[in-house]
């Protein structure tokens, strides 16, 4: 396919370590692990590349998006869309050569050619690529810094053509964002005219351009920009009322010393992913410390039992240390997505479980609830309570997954990651081959001692405890099966015998042998259906549990109600009884495990004064039973209430 | 200068609408002994000249001053002319209780300023007319043109009442005339997405009796409900939806609060205005079910209303967060005055028993001890480390704010509390709110009422009423909502007359000068529990005495070591009456509460688990203070639904 020819051998993903000696393990080839349709995520990239890759196509084209690089510089030009509507375009892109990695086909490439047409025609001759300011303000190009997001823009144009270089043999997108980017190093590489980005994502972008082209300008310049953040230094000439705080923008305090996560979420985890791409590439102890405990404010304080991140609708932005509304809990998708990100490269570099334990729990919770079944509808907030008269004003605050937003920056996100999942389930170093998230797929793979591993993996996972392993290497290599933190009990057995001793090390089981081919390791990870309680500080939650089958968090929904007089609303759960396993046939998922809760509803008075009681009044229970279903399948059956956290009765 | 005779805010034209009527604004006195006369005389000392300030440090006034001069810079957001006229309602209202020559030079200044701003055909408004004026009368959705057009009114209105002589009212006039002329006519209705001209044209057509300006009002409110309010406003994230501005139903078919709160509620003032006026009963049924809607199911238990920071706007029902209850102090103020409407045409003591309550909890907490800070949005929790990026959620009380229309309108309510005290019918005199200060009415049977009021409430609930004037009438006495017993003597003879339907004990009586009526309304300190769906609330108790709200904070927990956060209250052990010692504040009612500190285990790390693993702390003790002194000791803390184990 000409411009797209794939490239053969070891292909990148998109973290690529090029100093070995500062991470505990590494990714493997993007085209090392092939998912099967078979297993979950594997099916998720089908649907990808099916419906959502098309349905991303068509937007662009409707939203304007498109036309406004092809029309700019001439008399048809009219920018549509948010000013940061090109990114669209180059978030979209980025999704499509990941796709390309598995999915070669002629209407991709063709679209890509029109997209890459479009870029051309839109770059400027010293670099600059923005159609807003170029177009509608082009005396105000590189003025505004906080808002303007020129450089986040710039950032995901790089993602793109690092990606497109690291598929194919060919990669026209990268001759444009290099050309970008070095008008960026020209006009803010020192430090008397460095400029800082209110929304991060280039510095992630520069660092990992670098790493695909060796230019260490690109690192100095993102290295700049990550130092010159936290001294205020921001500053917002537009004057939009509002959004000046420096904390919001990440600028009140440098890297080496921010520890709590604050501000715009998307924007204080792209910068994170920057902070230890930095590390990995300069090995500065304090940028690693910081970042490890600004995890655990967010993880331990400020992240939803889903993996949801960031509270506030107003913003977009991260609450108080366990403000985690359920009803108005924001957690955008984006977010979660740039939580995997973060979270796998602090996985590579520590090797610690608890990494890869949040990334299982964004994915099969928040991240794939945000895609509809059909692949064409978005959550871009993913509340764990939805209330049934709940009304809003803006889309992005939508209860229902819709096909696009004023904001659009979700759906291709969500594209992204998706084509390039199977980047983020399994790592190696030395003779060490460590998986963290098990998926049904066929794993090829060299490890440093020059052994190559082949393994099938057969496993319905998450929905099954069951991983069925068979190993087609002869040697010596030792093989990490991660024991996820929510993992109470497991079994393995090797050929079919229980093992005599079991070594787990910091979560991870290792199985140090020499293989022989036709090897079958089974793994048994228990899954009972549990309730979980919440910290007493997260008020939110108070006096309800939640309830969990291995990493998947459920939910229960009007949908499922029998009893005409029963709104999902009032029902509380008896914890104390065990919930139900039970198979449904899931309308659009299929098979699913369902749980059946006993308990009973509330018979609350409706209201006839202020909505509070003097001590003392009786509410009577009237026994029911509620079904929960995996939260990301919720509101795919219409439009009723839905909760996470369940009362108590 | 000041008149005698004065209306007050707001005096109907019509009385057959209404079952009773307001008093005139020298009917009613209130001590600086009581803690409403006191806050008077607070506001006039200390909250109006820090308005006057700010207007002046801001830019809001030197834009009107340099409109068409090569110094003018307009500053500030694009309706903050309506800054200085609400200021201005405050300063004139204001100015009838005390009369301050400084005030009366900056009144005289401003009035200078929007004469010279004011454009020959009328117009006025300076955002437009300086920075975007080829944009006049196209955004009406966001532009606020009308929405401080009305406040302009409201100020002239306000010094047409009270002062002698009224150049304001020229100003508004004029600017009414050009609305009159540009909208009136059959397809030139436009309305503005922000209500607030409606209840303003109203009210100016009851002090100038001009047809036109009521005429002009109901079609502006009965023209909202059809999706026609549009916003020309290119690029911004600013909600389009109707419903956010009460455009998506008529007013006579919306029955749900629903949008922008202070919107919301500003229309449904002018509504009642309307009803007063005009007597279409569907326009009551419906603003009555909405306020049931809104009391019932969207009202914080501290009398806080509009649950979303976002839009501002009400939330769902029953969502009620309380550290992210957005409760803005306009919003409370709004429903005061729009419930005072109510009560007068309904009579109804519900209505004066959520003014009440709004007025002693987020009215009362809004201003700083020293008059000149105050908050914007007003929640029932701050935790411990609180950080927010915009000032109108910071949670702590500010001298200013960028959108500032919390601050004066702090001012105007709190000048014209003595409205919102007693209302009057052929021959009932009837008591809503109690305060020390002295009544002296005439009503239209020409009975003469004259009463002298001295009491602590709401700190103490003991109300003795002094007759000062002989007169045949009924005095009606409002029995509050939360009390649960009371006492009634005239004369040291007990009564045991009831409270009517509405929710008031009737006395009729040839009354002597010399009798002397003692109310007793029993105030006791007790846990109130949430409505089950409220689930930011659930397995909390809140802490009420009389009409006033308790709160715990981290300055009463600092000596234990430990976090405000973390307290659970244990509700069999008693309450204990106490009072406590707040720098700025002097002596405040407490009440003390017994319970413990849970936390979870330091070692346990993620927040979900099972079992959970807490400590507890050995019981203890913690004093609660009234909400609306919350937040003038060490930063910290405060919460008002505590966790019951």
């Not at chain 1, 066929?442 to 405890?465: A, C, M, N």
């Not at chain 1, 190993?471 to 393995?492: E, H, M």
């Not at chain 2, 949670?395 to 001012?411: A, V």
Request: charged share 20%; aromatic share 10%.
């Amino acid at each position: 396919m000409g411009a797209n020819e794939m490239k053969k051998g070891f292909i990148d993903g998109p973290v690529k370590v090029l100093r070995k000696e500062l991470v505990k393990t590494e990714p493997i080839g993007l085209n090392e692990y092939k998912l099967s349709d078979q297993s979950w995520l594997g099916e998720r990239q089908v649907i990808n590349a099916e419906k959502t890759i098309p349905h991303l196509k068509e937007q662009l084209v409707k939203s304007g998006a498109l036309a406004n690089m092809q029309n700019y510089g001439t008399s048809k030009f009219e920018f549509k869309g948010l000013w940061f509507a090109d990114h669209d375009i180059h978030k979209s892109l980025e999704g499509f050569f990941w796709n390309q990695n598995y999915q070669e086909s002629e209407a991709f490439s063709d679209f890509i050619q029109v997209c890459t047409d479009a870029l051309k025609n839109a770059q400027e001759p010293d670099g600059y690529l923005n159609t807003w300011f170029g177009g509608v303000h082009p005396d105000k190009k590189f003025s505004d810094f906080a808002s303007g997001h020129e450089m986040y823009n710039a950032g995901h144009l790089i993602q793109a053509a690092v990606a497109q270089n690291r598929i194919s043999e060919n990669a026209p997108v990268m001759v444009i964002a290099r050309k970008l980017a070095d008008l960026l190093v020209k006009s803010f590489g020192t430090p008397q005219t460095l400029q800082m980005c209110g929304h991060p994502e280039i510095e992630t972008a520069l660092i990992e351009l670098y790493r695909e082209t060796g230019e260490k300008s690109y690192l100095n310049l993102a290295e700049l920009m990550i130092r010159g953040r936290g001294f205020r230094k921001i500053k917002d000439k537009t004057k939009q009322p509002f959004i000046t705080d420096a904390a919001y923008l990440q600028d009140h305090t440098p890297a080496t010393t921010a520890i709590t996560a604050t501000g715009h979420a998307v924007r204080q985890i792209y910068l994170n992913t920057a902070v230890v791409d930095l590390y990995m590439e300069n090995a500065e102890k304090a940028l690693l410390e910081a970042q490890e405990k600004m995890w655990e404010d967010i993880v331990y304080t400020k992240m939803f039992v889903t993996g949801g991140l960031g509270v506030h609708h107003r913003a977009e932005d991260f609450g108080d240390s366990y403000e985690l509304p359920n009803d108005r809990g924001y957690q955008e998708t984006c977010v979660a997505i740039a939580n995997v990100m973060w979270s796998w490269r602090l996985l590579l570099i520590t090797g610690k479980r608890r990494y890869a334990d949040v990334i299982e729990l964004s994915l099969f919770n928040t991240i794939a609830g945000s895609l509809s079944a059909d692949g064409c509808n978005f959550f871009y907030s993913n509340p764990l309570h939805l209330r049934r008269d709940h009304i809003d004003f803006s889309d992005n605050a939508s209860p229902q997954r819709i096909p696009w937003y004023a904001c659009p920056c979700c759906p291709p996100n969500i594209t992204r990651l998706i084509a390039s999942i199977n980047h983020y389930l399994v790592s190696k170093k030395g003779n060490e081959l460590s998986l963290h998230i098990y998926a049904d797929g066929k794993l090829s793979t060299t490890l440093d001692s020059g052994l190559q591993v082949d393994l099938d993996i057969k496993t319905k996972y998450p929905f099954d405890e069951k991983v069925t392993i068979n190993n087609a290497t002869k040697g010596q290599y030792v093989l990490k099966l991660r024991i996820p933190d929510w993992c109470k009990s497991f079994d393995i057995t090797l050929n079919s015998k229980p093992l005599d001793k079991q070594v787990v090390v910091e979560g991870y089981l290792h199985l140090d042998r020499d293989w022989s081919a036709g090897d079958c390791v089974e793994l048994t990870l228990s899954m009972p259906a549990e309730f979980i309680a919440p910290n007493p500080r997260i008020d939110a939650s108070r006096g309800c549990v939640a309830i969990r089958l291995g990493p998947i968090v459920y939910a229960i929904e009007q949908e499922d109600v029998q009893d005409s007089k029963m709104n999902i609303e009032d029902f509380v759960v008896d914890a104390s009884k065990k919930p139900v396993i039970k198979n449904m046939d899931f309308p659009i998922h299929g098979a699913t495990k369902a749980l059946t809760l006993s308990g009973g509803y509330l018979q609350a008075p409706n209201p006839q004064s202020p909505a509070y009681f003097t001590h003392g009044e009786k509410i009577n229970i009237q026994t029911a039973s509620a079904i929960a279903i995996p939260y990301f399948l919720w509101g795919n059956r219409g439009f009723g209430g839905m909760r996470v956290w369940v009362p108590e009765s | 200068m000041s008149k005698k005779n004065s209306l007050g805010p707001v005096s109907p034209v019509v009385d057959k609408f209404s079952l009773s009527q307001p008093l005139l604004l020298n009917d009613v006195t209130l001590s600086e002994k009581g803690d409403l006369g006191r806050w008077q005389m607070h506001n006039a000392k200390t909250t109006i000249p820090h308005l006057i300030d700010n207007l002046i440090a801001t830019g809001a006034l030197a834009n009107l001053q340099d409109i068409g001069t090569p110094k003018f810079n307009f500053k500030g957001m694009w309706f903050s002319d309506s800054d200085i006229h609400k200021s201005l309602e405050a300063l004139c209202w204001s100015l009838y209780l005390y009369s301050d020559k400084k005030q009366t030079d900056f009144l005289k200044e401003a009035t200078a300023a929007i004469v010279h701003a004011q454009q020959d055909d009328g117009y006025v408004n300076t955002y437009f007319q300086g920075v975007y004026p080829d944009e006049k009368w196209v955004n009406f959705g966001w532009g606020h043109e009308l929405y401080v057009g009305g406040h302009l009114i409201q100020a002239a209105v306000a010094e047409s009442r009270v002062l002698h002589d009224s150049p304001l009212l020229k100003i508004a006039i004029k600017f009414a005339d050009l609305l009159v002329k540009k909208f009136s006519a059959p397809g030139t209705l436009e309305m503005c997405g922000h209500p607030e001209i409606e209840t303003a044209l109203i009210e100016l057509y009851r002090e100038t009796k001009n047809d036109s300006y009521l005429d002009l009002a109901e079609k502006m409110i009965l023209g909202r409900g059809y999706e026609k309010i549009t916003s020309k406003r290119g690029l911004n994230f600013h909600p389009a939806s109707a419903s956010y501005m009460q455009d998506h139903k008529t007013v006579k078919e919306a029955t749900t609060a629903v949008g922008h709160s202070v919107r919301q509620l500003y229309l449904n003032a002018a509504v009642m205005d309307l009803y007063a006026e005009k007597g279409d009963p569907a326009l009551l049924k419906a603003q009555e079910t909405m306020w049931e809607d809104m009391v019932y199911t969207k009202m914080y238990v501290t009398g806080g209303l509009g649950s979303r920071h976002k839009d501002e706007a009400f939330g769902d029902s029953f969502e009620l967060p309380n550290d992210r209850a957005y409760a803005e102090t306009c919003a409370s103020i709004a429903n005061f005055m729009w419930s005072w409407r109510l009560l007068l045409v309904t009579g109804k003591a519900r209505y004066a028993d959520v003014m009440e309550l709004s007025l002693y909890n987020i009215i009362a907490g809004s201003v700083s001890s020293d008059g000149c800070k105050f908050f914007y949005s007003n929640p029932l929790q701050y935790r411990t480390g609180h950080f927010t990026a915009f000032d109108t959620d910071a949670s702590e009380r500010l001298s200013w704010y960028t959108c500032s229309c919390c601050p004066p309108n702090i001012g105007r309510i709190v000048a014209t509390l003595q409205h919102y005290m007693a209302s009057a019918t052929n021959d009932i005199f009837a008591l809503h709110l109690y305060s020390e200060g002295a009544f002296k009415a005439t009503l239209k049977s020409g009975a003469v009422v004259g009463l002298n009021v001295s009491t602590e409430y709401p700190n103490n609930g003991a109300v003795k009423i002094a007759v000062t004037e002989n007169g045949k009438y009924t005095l009606q006495l409002r029995i509050p909502e939360w009390c649960k017993d009371y006492s009634l003597s005239v004369n040291g003879t007990a009564s045991s007359v009831k409270p009517n339907a509405l929710g008031y004990i009737s006395v009729d009586k040839e009354w002597k000068s010399g009798d002397v009526i003692n109310l007793d309304l029993k105030m006791t300190a007790e846990f109130l529990k949430p409505h089950p769906r409220i689930d930011a609330a659930r397995g909390c108790v809140a802490l009420r005495k009389g009409p006033v709200i308790y709160a715990i904070e981290q300055a009463d927990v600092q000596d234990k070591g430990c976090f405000v956060d973390d307290f659970a209250v244990d509700i069999k052990a008693n309450i204990k009456e106490t009072k406590i010692s707040i720098a700025g504040l002097g002596e405040v009612s407490a009440l003390e509460i017994s319970g413990h500190f849970e936390t979870f285990k330091a070692s346990a790390d993620y927040p979900y688990a099972n079992p959970l693993p807490v400590d507890q702390s050995s019981p203890t003790k913690v004093t609660a203070i009234p909400y609306a002194q919350w937040g003038n000791r060490v930063k910290g803390g405060m919460k008002v639904w505590v966790p019951t184990k």
